[in-house]
């Protein structure tokens, strides 16, 4: 390989890489001129309390993609979760027990949700489809599908600010370089990439495969139950129909933000570029007054875009090795 092709293929990777702050920065450009409110501190710290929620799923979504898992009930844990956690500080009024209750009741759905993937070898889009429907049903049930109100300051760590940055926003910093250590300064996090690239490689150098998988799911059931609270919090309420979707805005965060549905490709900042990405297009077609089933097909064509993407990268990739 001469010179020039050594440039040009440093070139494509760099590209590559950082393409999503690109389109990052494009997208920011065409709301602030849709709309000259966009650009205002108000309206960017809104989009950043309400999306601190979604990126705190995300991260942990994004694990469980790259060692080749997934979830689909994380929208119904946090409902689940998040109203007992309510309960529990009327009863209490602990934040402290809130914040532990959440925790605990998502780590154990996403600790069942482990052990059908690895030990049952139940493919992890059934099994948690299943846990789902189970979660969803469980927060109906013992609400009586009534809302849970008059929760008091169980509404400050969701509603508060810690001088201008909202409380969801320093949670979601603290959890992403939290996560970011993980993933890159761990030996778990390391075998993260290698389960998701090659599992059977994997297993044949001694790493325990089951065993990183289960980890990704009881990191994502931490982030989970911390999600819980905040989304609670921020709605002023125990909703058992509340989060509805939000694991699929988690999906598409961390598709959107580069990590490969196939596994063993992501990072943790571009799952918050991701996010904030599909965060601001909800944000202008909410300023626009876009009707809310059009930004539902939109949504959609962009988790499309994303995986259509995501294959044909991955198969130029291959392609040119084989070259």
């Not at 009534?146 to 201008?164: A, C, K, R």
């Amino acid at each position: 390989m001469n010179q020039i092709e050594t440039k040009n293929v440093n070139f494509r990777k760099i590209i590559s890489k950082y393409s999503i702050i690109l389109i990052l920065i494009i997208i920011m450009v065409m709301c602030t001129i849709a709309d000259s409110n966009f650009l205002t501190v108000n309206n960017l710290l809104n989009v950043c309390r309400q999306q601190s929620v979604t990126i705190i799923v995300a991260l942990g979504e994004m694990a469980l993609i790259i060692c080749g898992a997934l979830d689909l009930s994380a929208g119904s844990v946090i409902a689940f979760s998040g109203v007992l956690s309510v309960m529990s500080y009327k009863a209490t009024g602990s934040m402290l027990l809130a914040f532990a209750v959440a925790i605990l009741i998502s780590l154990f759905i996403n600790f069942l949700n482990g052990i059908m993937v690895t030990k049952f070898k139940a493919p992890a889009f059934i099994a948690t489809l299943a846990t789902q429907m189970v979660a969803r049903g469980a927060a109906l049930y013992i609400t009586n599908g009534q809302n849970v109100y008059e929760i008091g300051d169980y509404t400050v760590v969701g509603q508060g600010s810690l001088g201008p940055v909202p409380i969801p926003v320093v949670f979601m910093l603290v959890i992403f370089l939290i996560v970011a250590y993980l993933m890159h300064h761990t030996r778990w996090g390391r075998s993260t990439y290698a389960v998701g690239g090659n599992a059977e490689a994997a297993n044949a150098s001694g790493i325990n495969t089951n065993m990183v998988i289960m980890k990704a799911y009881l990191l994502h059931g931490v982030l989970v139950g911390i999600a819980a609270v905040l989304f609670m919090s921020r709605v002023n309420g125990g909703l058992p129909a509340g989060a509805d979707g939000y694991e699929m805005d988690a999906l598409t965060a961390t598709i959107v933000g580069g990590t490969s549905f196939t596994g063993g490709i992501g990072t943790p900042w571009g799952t918050v570029v991701g996010a904030f990405v599909v965060g601001f297009l909800s944000n202008i077609m909410n300023l626009m007054t876009i009707d809310s089933y059009i930004q539902q097909m939109v949504r959609g064509a962009i988790i499309a875009v994303a995986v259509i993407w995501d294959i044909y990268s991955k198969s130029r990739n291959t392609y040119r090795k084989g070259k």
